[in-house]
């Protein structure tokens, strides 16, 4: 994105990070929905689109952003592009589990070739679409 990346951002990404994976771990699992039976559609929908309003916010954290501002610049970018948005997710997401599936070197496999193809779709949509200088004028 070309800007140097300082520590505090990297540790804002990083504490992001963690809560969401503690809020995933009390979500539970997908075995909970499956129990739901069609109605577990409804909470996977919302699970979908909290996602899809968080997938930039990555980005904007390691660009400098505080937390509230870049949920809601993420959240706001993310109108009028959520179908594009689901359908990279769900893109990282199937390829990082069908790695994972490998066995022995999948665990490790997926980790080192998504989460690379992720930032880099994070950093692109952000400098193609100009999300980055709608706010701050920084890259211009």
Known sequence: MDRPVRFADV?????????LDL????????????????WGFVPLAI???LFVRLFLVPGLLVAG?????????SSRFADGRGWSLFALLLAIGLSAWLLSLLPVVGPVLSSA????????AIG????RDGALRQSTG???
């Open 113 to 120: 070739l998504v989460a690379p193809v992720h930032a880099v």
């Open 65 to 73: 952003r505080p937390l509230r501002p870049a949920l809601r610049e």
């Open 47 to 49: 699970y979908f689109a």
């Open 11 to 19: 540790a804002s990404l990083f504490g992001f990070v963690v809560a």
């Open 23 to 38: 809020l995933q771990r009390l979500f539970g699992s997908i075995a909970l929905l499956q129990e739901m039976g069609l």
């Open 124 to 127: 692109v949509v952000l400098e």
């Open 138 to 140: 920084w890259l211009d």
